[in-house]
């Protein structure tokens, strides 16, 4: 696939980050904790699903989407394992979840250059608290959270408040970087370029985003390589 051109990189630019998967190497835990409160139900689903589907948990949609795929449940059921998924992870999990390597380098990079960055992520505060390093949690201009959002990814409401959070405009070279379909939706749906990283799903499923790219050296090299002072 050809991908578009990035623009140059300026100091009045924004680039905004998903958490899981992009920020954080969080994805299996996350995952196994949904494993863990689907079996309290007696309930198996195929665990490609919750990376294919990562961060579009509307529970209308989930209900629709479990129940397709061999997991038929309620909304009153959904609701229980959503609960039961996050106090296992918080349990766990939350101290396995480590932040991918060169992430710290390239929040500093950014920051050292006069560039607004924003954490757009479909996780909870709760969740936040728990697995974001405080020295990397400062390092945001702004922090947008699933809770404080009321629709999630794919629609574009998480990244346009990321977006009047660090009080830039769509489009001329601001930028999401994700790793997920719904989260490179929601991003170009708000009007941003996005970046998809080959952290959690391969090149396949993220073939509408701009640019694919395999790990976080390589996301800095694009950014220095680009950036205009």
């Known amino acids: 696939m050809k991908h578009k051109k ?12 998903d958490m899981d998967g992009v920020i954080l190497d969080s994805m299996p835990y996350h995952v196994q904790a949904w494993k863990d409160a689907f079996g ?5 689903v195929d665990e490609r699903l919750f990376y294919l589907y990562e961060g579009a948990i509307e529970p209308e949609v989930a209900c629709k989407l479990f129940s397709q795929n061999g997991a038929r449940l309620s909304l009153q059921d959904f609701f229980q ?7 296992y992870f918080l349990e766990r999990y939350s101290n396995c979840v480590k932040p991918f390597a060169g992430v710290a380098e390239l ?11 924003a954490l757009v992520t479909s996780s909870h505060d709760e969740i936040l608290d728990a697995v974001l390093p405080k020295q990397l949690k400062i390092l945001f201009d702004c922090i947008v959270t699933g809770d404080n959002i009321k629709r999630r990814k794919p629609h574009p409401d998480p990244y346009l408040a990321g977006i009047s959070g660090i009080g830039i405009k769509a489009g001329n070279g601001n930028v999401a970087i994700e790793n997920a379909p719904a989260g490179i939706e929601s991003a170009q749906k708000a009007g941003l370029k996005c970046i998809a990283l080959t952290t959690t799903l391969n090149r396949k499923y993220l073939k509408k985003a701009d640019k694919i790219i395999d790990d976080h050296k390589e996301l800095l ?7 205009k002072k």
């Not at 309290?40 to 198996?44: Q, S």
């Not at 090299?221 to 950036?227: D, G, H, P, V």
């Open 6 to 17: 990035m623009e140059l990189l300026q100091k009045s630019h924004g680039v905004l980050f």
């Open 40 to 44: 309290d139900k007696d309930l198996e």
């Open 81 to 87: 394992i959503h609960h039961l998924q996050k106090q």
């Open 107 to 117: 929040l500093e990079w950014l920051k050292a250059e006069g560039i607004k960055i």
């Open 221 to 227: 090299e694009i950014f220095r390589k680009n950036f």
